[in-house]
């Protein structure tokens, strides 16, 4: 049995709700009983906050999306970096061989892990709505990150593998990589990250070919 989808579940609520309190607003007498002010307080109440709340909940579901993190123009760039034919290039060789989920790779790679991480992700995100409508979007290769990237995103998949824990430079340098004290992305080990800047030189796969 298939089950309706969140998206679903929550326009067919916001039908009910919206048929709810157009009755009420066409027909107001009915709120004179106590089941209809009952009705007048479900459907003016208890429906919106719901239908908020599904609305929010799917959307930040939605907004894990990779296709959604590239719908953007400024990051089409990036979004080119995932086929880049060089196993030199981290995010391509992750997105490529499915090291991360390729449905949702850059919320993978780019949201912490934290309790909290996911809304700070989001509220990150806010602000480059502001930037984009109401600021000057800064060019693909100007972009920089808010912070230095935490070797914690690296680590909360590779830390425990077997390729990573049976190298013995890894080894060497465990207590640098999980202080943070050595990069993993720019101490000269990983440091081909998505690299716009350089795009145009490099080479590309085409998956199925």
């Given at each position: 049995m298939n089950l309706p989808s969140p998206e679903t579940l929550l326009y067919a609520l916001l039908v009910i709700t919206a048929i709810l309190i157009a009755i009420i607003v066409v027909r107001p007498?009915?709120?004179v009983s106590?089941?209809?002010k009952m009705l007048a307080f479900v459907s003016f109440c208890v429906l919106p906050v719901?239908?908020?709340s599904m609305a929010a909940s799917t959307h930040i579901e939605?907004?894990?999306q990779t296709k959604f993190c590239l719908s953007c123009h400024i990051m089409e760039p990036y979004g080119k970096s995932?086929?880049?034919?060089d196993p030199s290039?981290?995010?391509a060789a992750h997105f490529q061989n499915h090291r991360v989920p390729p449905d949702e790779a850059c919320y993978t790679c780019h949201t912490d892990y934290g309790l909290y991480g996911g809304v700070r992700a989001k509220l990150g995100g806010l602000r480059h709505i502001y930037i984009q409508y109401f600021g000057t979007p800064p060019r693909p290769e100007d972009i920089q990150l808010y912070k230095p990237y935490n070797n914690r995103e690296c680590l909360h998949c590779h830390a425990g593998a077997r390729?990573?824990?049976?190298n013995a430079v890894h080894t060497a340098i465990r207590d640098q990589l999980t202080s943070n004290e050595m990069s993993c992305i720019s101490s000269g080990c990983h440091d081909s990250v998505h690299n716009?800047?350089?795009?145009s030189k490099a080479k590309f796969w085409t998956p199925g070919q």
């Open positions: 007498s009915i709120t106590a089941t209809g719901l239908c908020g939605r907004s894990k995932l086929y880049v034919d290039y981290i995010p390729s990573f824990e049976t716009v800047k350089d795009q």
